[in-house]
């Protein structure tokens, strides 16, 4: 019942040490970061398949739809930006679309809009624009769960445990009123 | 014209640090936050907690940080003989949407306190412009005589608080308090809905566009 499939020709699998494995599904997982330094200036379109981080000068679109973009201290962007996850420590003019997340830490400035179905504005940065979080995450819809559902029984949550203030309940006590 | 000419700083007491109910968070989170989507004009400082807030739900989240972007720039920049089309003009740039923008919510916290009556007004008219009816205008006041001489962090936290925190070495100016007679005279359209008296020196007000 238990019984391991071996192959049909009867000749014994390669093996592979746990060590190796280990090794093997760190390289497949590992993910290179390329760094645009602060010297550099470009102008034009950056597109890519790994992650990058920005401390330099861009002008024109960044597009790394499947990778993380890092806009560094030092970096300055004027563009469009599209990447699965962005997060902004530098300043950015244009528009930013994380399919997963965009983080705007608190050295970050940014002016422009932001379209993203997680959105995180740290205390502290410099934010001009608006949010558009009316998108569901690009994994969300392929495993086909109702984040909107999820995000409605959060909001049920959050605004009172499901409390009804419609009928006045909000005209409750004030704080310190027993 | 002076954006905030009240700003005397004086040696007194103003609230500090508070977390408190809030019944407006209540009835607004209520009325817009449910299925469908929302749009929010948030006047205040970005807020990581309120960002949060708004992120549960399908909504469109303008944040304009009227503050930094308008008021203190002005303050600092610029003397009082400042023409009325001036500010009207930094209005219209500061605040500029497409024409087919209706919010459903206005988040001005106590960003009134710092203002002049005529700013008020020209920033509520432009405002009003992307209102429909049924809009809500939410403001917070402190009551006491003193308030921080600039505006506190106040963000929303879970189940119907805010958080008002303020500078640790802000200084006092003399509160302008305004009451909800006088607000309503510099916002043609909006109408009190609720106010709240909090304790600890602090209200709230909603505001309904008609």
């Known amino acids: ?178 | 014209m002076a954006l905030a000419s009240r700003n005397e700083i004086v040696e007194d007491k103003c609230p500090t640090n508070l977390d408190f109910d809030s019944p407006s968070v209540g009835i607004f989170s209520q009325r817009f936050l449910g299925p469908g989507k929302c749009r929010v004009l948030d006047l205040g400082a970005p807020a990581k907690s309120t960002v949060a807030f708004f992120s549960r739900s399908s909504c469109t989240y303008h944040l304009e940080d009227l503050y930094r972007f308008f008021i203190e720039p002005r303050k600092r920049g610029k003397s009082d003989d400042d023409e009325d089309d001036d500010v009207a003009a930094a209005i219209a740039a500061a605040l500029s949407y497409e024409d087919s923008t209706r919010f459903d919510l206005v988040l001005g916290w106590d960003l009134f306190s710092y203002m002049e009556r005529a700013t008020i007004e020209l920033l509520m008219s432009r405002i009003a412009r992307s209102c429909r009816p049924g809009t809500l205008l939410f403001l917070t006041a402190c009551t006491g005589a003193m308030i921080p001489s600039e505006p506190a962090r106040i963000t929303m936290t879970e189940r119907e608080r805010l958080s008002y925190r303020c500078a640790i070495d802000s200084q006092s100016i003399t509160n302008p308090r305004l009451p909800p007679t006088a607000l309503e005279s510099m916002m043609p359209g909006f109408r009190l809905l609720h106010s709240f008296l909090l304790g600890d020196e602090m209200q709230e007000f909603l505001f309904s566009y008609t």
């Open chain 1, 1 to 178: 019942m238990f019984k391991k499939s071996e192959p049909e020709d009867g000749r014994a699998e390669p093996m592979i040490h746990s060590s190796e494995q280990s090794m093997l599904s760190t390289t497949t997982r590992s993910r290179t970061t390329a760094t645009i330094g602060p010297s550099i200036q470009i102008s034009g379109d950056v597109t890519g398949n790994e992650d990058v981080r920005i401390e330099g000068r861009v002008e024109g679109t960044v597009n790394l739809s499947d990778n993380v973009l890092t806009i560094g201290k030092e970096g300055q962007i004027n563009a469009t930006v599209n990447a699965r996850v962005i997060f902004v420590e530098g300043k950015v003019e244009g528009d930013l679309k994380g399919d997963e997340k965009v983080v705007v830490q608190a050295s970050g400035n940014v002016r422009g809009n932001i379209v993203s179905p997680r959105v995180t504005l740290e205390d502290g940065c410099k934010f001009k624009g608006s949010i558009d979080m009316d998108v569901e995450p690009s994994v969300a819809r392929a495993s086909g769960s109702s984040s909107r559902n999820e995000k409605i029984a959060d909001i049920k949550s959050a605004a009172g445990g499901g409390n009804d203030h419609s009928s006045g309940a909000g005209l409750g006590k004030a704080p310190g009123q027993q």
